[in-house]
């Protein structure tokens, strides 16, 4: 009786102690698949983590491609363009008119806003308010491809465009200025600052982080409406209630810059455009973020966008622009166009068809 009873007894104490075993696993599987979608789904996690693994000059992660692929996201193979650093500014005058440049670009107000002191030439913005951090930051309209790829031809102008020529187009439209003598001591500053930046890029080569990363499109036009409650969060602490900005108690320069209004850049400036701002905004405001640590989601960022650009601000004429107009960009606000899409629909979206019947047009 004993005997038969302890052998049940071994007989059940196996079938617990396997079932225990067979849950303690299935435990891990479920925890380890979860942890596997989890990196697999965000897109952004996936982003944020292998941005910052793919930073790091030591590690190189074979198979980063794949999972990016995988994950949906677009991660730019090379990161790699920083600016020189500053220390390696040669000395003497060609040094000089490097640092000249650099604070022109910093400080334009100082020297060629309404109360600079050469000329009175833009609205008070500076360039570095859109070009951050001295034209040196990832993703933040930095000027890393400006020696390798300009002069350039530009569809807007049908034109070969030369630095200077580039300069001077955010003159008259980000700055709502007028042009700089292009002999001025303060242009080939600019320039050379500009030629200094770029000095290890090759002819023709654009770094992946130059301009802005744009953002994909949505399914649904971006909405104004919806933008003015991101706005209120987000921006009116720096820029106020009216976008109107923040000057300096000098009364010369921004603390924070103008989003509309006179002060601000007019509608023939690329910010105007909303891909540029949708871009810009997602990796750099408000103030602080970089490519790596957003604030704004994609969503929240393309509505901002379409409420900021759809308050009132300093009119361009640019009638004579565009004389391809199967050239003009798709989120170009003014027609005429070569698709049958309205005006509206062209600075708002939704794209795709827009990019569709554009590509059937060609
Ligand atoms: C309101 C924002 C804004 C301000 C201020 C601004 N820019 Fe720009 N700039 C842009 C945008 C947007 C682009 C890119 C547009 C595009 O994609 O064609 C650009 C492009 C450029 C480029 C070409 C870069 C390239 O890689 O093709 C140069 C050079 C430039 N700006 C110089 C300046 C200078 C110099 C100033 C100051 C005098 C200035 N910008 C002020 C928004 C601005
Ligand atoms: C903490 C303050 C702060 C917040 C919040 C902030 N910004 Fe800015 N913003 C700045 C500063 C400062 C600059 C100029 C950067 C420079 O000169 O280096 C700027 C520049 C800009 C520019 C380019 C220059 C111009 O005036 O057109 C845009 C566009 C912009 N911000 C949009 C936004 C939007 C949209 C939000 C909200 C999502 C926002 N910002 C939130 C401080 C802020």
């Not at 440049?101 to 109360?115: C, M, R, V």
């Not at 090759?202 to 971006?222: C, E, H, Q, T």
């Not at 604030?295 to 393309?302: A, M, R, T, V, Y």
Request: proline share 5%.
């Amino acid at each position: 009786m004993k005997d038969k009873n302890s052998s049940i007894d071994t007989k059940k104490a196996i079938v617990i102690l396997s079932r225990a075993t067979a849950l303690v696993a299935l435990f891990f599987i479920v925890i380890v698949g979860i942890f596997i979608s989890s990196l697999f789904y965000s897109g952004k996690t996936v982003f944020n983590a292998l941005a910052v693994i793919k930073e790091t000059p030591t590690s190189s992660i074979p198979g980063v491609a794949k999972l990016s692929q995988i994950a949906n996201v677009i991660i730019p193979e090379d990161h790699s363009w920083k600016a020189p650093d500053e220390s390696t500014i040669p000395s003497g005058k060609e040094g000089d008119q490097i640092k000249y440049g650099k604070e022109l670009i910093a400080h334009t107000a100082k020297y060629l806003g309404p109360k600079g002191t050469v000329l009175h030439m833009s609205n008070g913005m500076n360039c570095q308010n859109c070009h951050n951090e001295g034209g040196t930051k990832s993703f933040g309209f930095n000027y890393s491809a400006v020696k390798s790829t300009y002069p350039q031809f530009k569809a807007r102008s049908n034109s070969i465009v030369s630095i200077t020529g580039r300069i001077n187009g955010c003159f008259q439209r980000s700055l709502n200025g007028v042009t700089l003598d292009t002999t001025s001591k303060e242009m080939r500053a600019m320039v050379a600052y500009m030629k200094w930046l770029g000095k290890d890029v090759a002819k023709g080569v654009k770094p992946k982080n130059s301009g802005i990363m744009k953002l994909p499109f949505l399914d649904r036009a971006a909405d104004p409406l919806k933008g003015k409650a991101v706005f209120v969060k987000n921006c009116v602490s720096c820029h106020g209630k009216n976008g109107e900005g923040l000057i300096a108690p000098s009364g010369v320069e921004y603390i924070y810059p103008a989003l509309w209004g006179k002060n601000s850049y007019n509608d023939g400036a690329g910010l105007y455009r909303i891909t540029n701002f949708a871009g810009f905004v997602k990796n750099n405001m408000p103030f602080g973020v970089n490519y790596q640590h957003p604030i704004l989601s994609d969503d929240e960022s393309w509505d901002v966008a379409a409420f900021v650009n759809s308050q009132p601000r300093p009119h361009k004429d640019q009638s004579k622009d565009w004389k391809d107009i199967s050239k003009k960009n798709i989120d170009f606000p003014f027609g005429p166009y070569v698709d049958q899409f309205s005006e509206k629909r062209h600075k708002y979206g939704p794209y795709q068809l827009i990019v569709k019947a554009q590509k059937n047009a060609k």
